[in-house]
């Protein structure tokens, strides 16, 4: 049986690199012939997106109020500040891509054909199954080819179509889309997605059966990641990781919290993009690191403060102290939201509103939050097989 995989790959995202990494590892840790199906990803430019340029309005309206003007003009400045970044800095943004081409080429097996998003209604494809996940493929924020992540390209081959920890992301689909997203959930033979409410969007707009999992990297264990992936640097200080990607001010106060009161030597923050530092004693930025460093970093960190949901994943996967920080305006928080609803690990969450919050503890019961995700990883392990094996097709 030979299984190709349509997920985001080669857009110089950590979490959207090694879930791809993870994704092919597992289907053929089971003994299948799985591969990621080198696909052209298109960004979608969202800073000028209506789809997200309205809610991030409106939130900013519904929690600040009078202070919204204000906050939307710093999402403004912050979204300039970025794009004048990326147009400067080419030369350093062309040398980190080639770490992340490194990884998928070396790291992950794919298909030896590179398809065009908007050739697959036309080119042969080899595959006898296909599996759509994970990331947020399914998030129309992301993409202008919803269907060929929903998979409805291979309808012509008569293949099994299947999602795995598919990403919708977002509180709801907006309404011009619902149709489209229902027809969508029904091409699919069997569906299961990354989070909670991802789930209840399914059942709302389709008769679809829905099944949580894991998302694919916490079914590659640590030791896995350890031996298989992650190049440790050698830090011989005690250090906190930050890893943001809205570029929060606050977190690196957090994080220089956290590191005094956990007696820490040193604060390293992962870049995410490229904008020079001036001079600090007390943080080292790092901007060429690959996801094999990234996991490394994680791996020997004392403690990780992050915004993103796989650092927040990558965390727990390998019983890291942590603290998450959300920005409540955001409308792509049931992600992070999810696993730590799953694993009851809500108070590490602190939300960026101003307060100025620092944990309340430091410490994890990681033998509690290991036991369930065992639990999870079974459920999840059934479902693949289960999947692959029920001798159904569309």
Known sequence: MKIGIVTYVKCDNYGAELQAYAMQYIYNKLGYDAEIIDLEKQNKDISTSVSTIVPAIINRFKIYKLKAPFKIIQLILDVLKRKRAAERYQLEIKKKHVLF???FENKIKHSARHYKLKDVYSVDMPYDVYVAGSDQIWNYMHTDYLDVYFLMFANRFHAKKISYAASISVPDIPFHLQEKYETFFENMDHIAVRELNGANIVKKYSKKEVTVVLDPTLLVTKNEWKKDVAHEICKEEKYVLVYTLSRSSYIYSLAKNISKQIGANKII????????????????????IGPTEWVGLILNAAYMVTDSFHGTIFSINFNIPFTTLLNPSSNMNNRVLSILQITGLEDRIIYDNGKNEYPTTFFIDYDRVNSIIDTWREKSWTYIEATLNDGEKS
Do not use: G, R
């Not at 923050?269 to 060429?288: A, G, M, R, T, W």
């Open 269 to 288: 923050n992962i870049k995410s993009d490229f904008v020079p530092e001036k001079p600090n004693n007390e943080i080292e930025h790092l901007y060429q």
């Open 101 to 103: 081409t490194s990884f």
